[in-house]
Nanobody, 114 residues
Framework: QVHLVESGGGLVQAGGSLRLSCAASVSMFEMGWYRQAPGKQRELVAMITRGRRTNYGDSVKGRFTISRDNIKNTALLQMNSLKPEDTAVYYC???????????WGQGTQVTVSS
């Protein structure tokens, strides 16, 4: 069974930076984050495959960078130039193999004050 443990997040002023990390209990085909703000649908933030192919949501391109350590089964999300609209609960997610259903972490709150 796959488990994802998230860390990071918190409160930061607009223009600041935060970093999220996600540790998986097994090797993952792909890992990344989605986020959900109050009253809004969950949306893609960034995903990265084992081969380090990345996919970013349009709203974070150029500001967020995702990376991973395949030996440690961890992913990192560096978030720069944060905006109040980045405020949301960020959920780590991933799949151990391409055909597996997604596993979700517990979520971590990111709050950006103006």
């Amino acid at each position: 069974q796959v488990h994802l443990v998230e860390s990071g997040g918190g409160l930061v002023q607009a223009g600041g930076s935060l970093r999220l990390s996600c540790a998986a209990s097994v090797s993952m085909f792909e890992m990344g984050w989605y986020r959900q703000a109050p009253g809004k649908q969950r949306e893609l933030v960034a995903m990265i495959t084992r081969g380090r192919r990345t996919n970013y949501g349009d709203s974070v391109k150029g500001r967020f960078t995702i990376s991973r350590d395949n030996i440690k089964n961890t992913a990192l999300l560096q978030m720069n130039s944060l905006k109040p609209e980045d405020t949301a609960v960020y959920y780590c997610t991933g799949r151990s193999i391409i055909t597996a259903p997604a596993t979700w972490g517990q979520g971590t709150q990111v709050t950006v004050s103006s």
